[in-house]
């Protein structure tokens, strides 16, 4: 038995299929066969006079006819098939055969992007989405204020496909005043405000405490969170070292602490080079964190330190002049104006960012991770999972309708637990990539994952978001400052995410982003030159872009639905062979020129056919793409062993020098964080904020 054609067919309906087939294989000529349909699809049997001479020889000695068996299977909501043959000959015409079928299926069912329906303001978001996502209504009537968390998943969709489908013309709403113009002189006035209150609250907390007059504006009702927060004891003690929270604090904050994360794809399709053992990573993610209790707390400590938080409050515009910044917004429950003066505006409102889209001119990102999950707190039966353990990055089965799905799971307090599913993906105007779509996926292929009853569940909350990934050759190529704005976290996306997003960069990156923003604003060095510099930019995993386009599948393009789990395997087969700090360097975003090197010849020399499957998922274009960051990531390594000695001296001479030349001291400071942080190495450098000398003020705004 031979199996000659295995094919993902996009659509659900799998007995639509089936009924298909049998009609085909009824209707297509088909010399010399005959044949019969099965429960999951057809036989053609060929007769003995059609094999040639050869063959009757060759298979004399095996009882196996010849005959072609085809049949499918549901997974994942789609359909797959494969074609076997009962000999060890081919039937006449199998090339042929094969082709025509090939060829039938795809024109029969072809790659489909749904849209979500348009909806009537006064109509109940259940009613008018229960016909095309019936599984996501039903679950989401389940949760608490569900019918909120499904028109915000709703609205975050249609923004993103908003800003996808309009490139060339985003929202402007970063405009410049006329010289003429004075600022709004009743406009409350702070030193920054802050868009955004999930990552922005924690960045604002720490300036804050640092002297600075804050002002953050925030969505939602503050505090409210459509994500959880996972992390190590090692990166988290980051936050402890700025002062921002005492161990104390930490330890209240821990929802649940576990003994171990696994790594593993579905390889039962695999080619055998291309199947790997479990990789296990005790310490990455494995903290997890209460995410509303670290959101309220920051906010108690932005509030103590004399911040403002406008909650409820939607961003309109800003309006920049020579000396400050005006924020115009709008109080969602009133829809009272607002307005407020700063001298520096922060975007941290993710990828609904209209300010990314606009500074970067449509191409504020190259891809994204659509991810959606829930809480759920009880209902799974004993023995299921063990709450000691975490699956960091998990996959079930092959390529569904065009996307690798791959899972997450972390317990959480008590009998919590928080599953993701995401995929990465593409960014298309015919297929932005859907967050409906993959609610639907994830309600009814839960049970797939983990064996459960999704109405015995206990629903606490949904997550859900879409995580951007912009792939950069170098530091300058994404735009994250324009005069008197910065963006941070996920609105200045400057790579691909593999397991770290916006919170995980934000804390690994705070030290660097909070000590090169404190300089600036001391010396009011505002200008795009000046806050260019200011930018969590890592060359080290900048060059692993090409891997996150390797689990791509370009729309309308039908590739080998075990590709994309064959590369993951090839590579993770690799790290679960290396030493365990390696493996964890690596996952955390912080493996070195070396390590990178090594192992991306062992993944060439295991799998030589993984170059062949990246070029054709990448192009040429991207691969030569590829190839500037690869040197740049040279470049900067050897820069980085070169002048490692940069960020000491830089140091001692800082008293010298920063009085007397501000601009240059923000650029020395800004490349000894390249050599440090930027190469996934932030203990080499600076790990906390230096003590400011009494004679440096915190100048207030104007």
Known sequence: MKELLYLEIPTPDTPAVQNWLQQWARSTQLNLARNYSTPTGFRLVFSETSRSAGAEAASSHSALPPELSVFVWSLQRTTYLKVFRWAMQPVPQEAKILAQLTQALRSQFPNRYPEPPAIDPQQSIFTALAEHYPETVRHFRKMPNGEAHLQRVYWWEQRWRDGVRNPQQPKQVILGAPNSEEPD??????????????????????????????????????????????????????????GLFTPAEFESLIAREYRDGFHKFFDGNNPPQCKAPILHTPTVLNVAIDAEALLKLCGEKLRAAGGEIWD??????????????TVAATHLPSQGARSARGRLLIDAMGTASPIAWQLNGGQAFNSVCPTVGAVIDGGFEPGVWDAQYGDVLNSHGDLSRGRQLIWELFPGRDHELTFYLFHYHQIHPENPGSLLEMYEDFFTILPEYRRCDPDRLVWKKPTFGYIPGHFSIQSTDRKVAFDRLIAIGDAASLQSPLVFTGFGSLVRNLPRLTDLLDTALRHDLLTTQHLSQIRAFQSNIAVTWLFSKGMMVPTHRFVAPERVNSMLNTFFGILANESPS???????DRSGWLPFNRMALKAAWQNPAMLLWIWQLAGAKDLLRWVGSYLNFTLSALWSWLFGWVPTLARRIQPWLEPRYPALWLWLLAQSYALTHGMGQPKAGFTQLPQRPAAWKTPVAP
């Open 582 to 588: 390696v493996a964890d360097r690596f996952v955390k």
């Open 312 to 325: 409820e409050t939607e961003f309109l515009q800003a309006t920049i002049d020579r000396n400050s910044v």
């Open 185 to 242: 002189p009743s406009a409350p006035t702070y030193d920054l405000i802050y868009v955004g209150g999930a990552l922005g609250v924690i960045h604002a907390a720490v300036m804050a405490r640092l002297g600075y007059r804050v002002l953050l504006l925030e969505r939602l009702p503050f505090g409210r969170m459509n994500r959880e927060w996972n992390i190590s004891r090692a990166e988290f003690a980051g936050l402890i070292e700025l």
